[in-house]
């Protein structure tokens, strides 16, 4: 079952992409929160950072 706090979190993370995207200074595409630990990382948008999450993203729907 999901929490309720997990939906907050996305929330507070999707408004701040979408507050810096609209200021012009969105630096990270992907971040990765743990609540019970309360950590989190983002991947920020380099050449090789986006090269690999598209890799890793077309190995998983590739069928088989």
């Known amino acids: 079952m999901q929490s ?3 939906n907050v ?3 507070a993370e ?3 992409y979408l ?3 609209a200021a012009g200074n969105l630096k990270r595409f992907a ?3 743990d609540l019970e630990s309360g ?3 983002s991947l920020y948008i380099t050449q090789q950072s ?3 999450a598209l890799k890793s993203t ?3 729907t590739t069928p088989c």
């Open 31 to 33: 971040t990765y929160f």
């Open 4 to 6: 309720e706090s997990v």
């Open 9 to 11: 979190r996305v929330a």
């Open 58 to 60: 077309a190995s998983e």
């Open 50 to 52: 986006v090269w690999a």
């Open 39 to 41: 950590t989190a990382r």
């Open 14 to 16: 999707a408004a701040d």
């Open 19 to 21: 507050y810096r995207m």
